[in-house]
């Protein structure tokens, strides 16, 4: 399959780096240099937009610099145009290019020559235009809604009113609201069609609550193994064996910015506890009152333990 893929792309004349490298590990895919920022260059938008803030700046920073040594470059070239400037001194145009791209004008320095009011004419336009998009890029970067969720690091299948059920913990870390909050739960794995053909399958597992009006704490979430449970009879080897994974797609508004905000999370196989339970986090004083302790929201405790405890 590997070898028919490289053929079609040479027949089609795509360079070999057009292939995709895929690892699958624990049942996660991994696309190989897809979260390598640079690899994004013919999409400078995006690039600027994902792009750590300080690559950010650094980029920022580059084409400032490169652009004015450009200027710089160009007034050189017309010789003696700037009045105050020591000829041929690439450092005196380089600032006279900076004060004209950012409109300081000091006055210190300033164009003698119709070919020197040319490019200066051509720097202002520039620099208008680059700082209304940096602006632009700036307050996108800022104003762009990020869900602060957090999932908890397992998911435990225990059983619930009589019959296993898959959970896993979420919480809102930012202590507002993200209203009517939706949560989408899939199963993805390896299967084999009557062809014979491997392919990828996506199968949703039914919450029995996958609708929050306010989401505020926490949130369990809870999916039912019955007989109509794609998951009815797996198990960690099974699971493992068609590199399957579960993967949590969270999504609301944030009361605060009224945008609509996004969180994902993926569990592999080796995720999945079995016979295990969370550890309860919910507390109640001696006067009534109720209280959330975050500290074991990651905890699990295994259910023969219990058993042992209580015996």
């Given amino acids: ?46 690039l600027l937009l994902t792009v750590s803030w300080p690559g950010f700046f650094l980029l920022i920073a580059v084409a400032y610099l490169a652009t004015n040594a450009v200027f710089a470059l160009a007034y050189l070239a017309g010789g003696d145009c700037i009045e105050n400037a020591r000829p041929g001194s690439f450092l005196d145009v380089f600032f006279f290019s900076v004060q004209t791209l950012a409109s300081i004008g000091y006055g210190a320095m300033y164009p003698k020559t119709l070919y020197a009011n040319t490019i200066v004419t051509i720097e202002a336009m520039v620099g208008l235009m680059g700082i209304a998009v940096m602006t632009g890029l700036a307050f996108a970067r800022f104003s762009r809604p990020t869900a602060r969720v957090v999932f908890s690091r397992v998911a435990v299948i225990t059983p619930h009113e009589g019959q296993p059920t898959l959970m896993f913990r979420t919480a809102n870390k930012r202590r507002n609201l993200i209203l009517e909050a939706q949560m989408r739960v899939y199963l993805m794995r390896d299967e084999v069609t009557a062809e014979g053909h491997y392919i990828r399958r996506i199968h949703e597992l039914k919450l ?32 493992l064996k068609t590199n399957s994974s579960i993967v949590v797609s969270l999504s609301g508004i944030d009361e605060t ?48 333990e219990i058993s042992h405890d209580d015996s």
């Fill in 257 to 304: 910015v009224a945008q609509v905000l996004h969180a994902r999370h993926t569990y592999s196989a080796t995720d999945l506890l079995w016979n295990y339970q969370f550890v309860n986090i919910m507390h109640e004083t001696s006067d009534g009152h109720r209280y959330i302790d975050y500290q074991y929201f990651h905890d699990v405790v295994s259910l023969d």
């Fill in 1 to 46: 399959m590997r070898f028919s893929l490289k053929k079609l792309f040479r027949k089609q004349g795509t360079h070999r780096r057009s292939l995709v490298h895929i690892k699958i590990r624990d049942g996660q895919f991994q696309i190989v240099g897809m979260g390598v920022w640079y690899s994004y260059w013919r999409d400078p938008y995006h």
């Fill in 208 to 239: 029995l609550r996958n609708l929050s009006p306010s989401f505020t704490l926490t949130w369990l979430a809870m999916h039912v193994i019955d007989e109509s449970s794609q998951l009815y009879g797996m198990a960690t080897e099974s699971l």
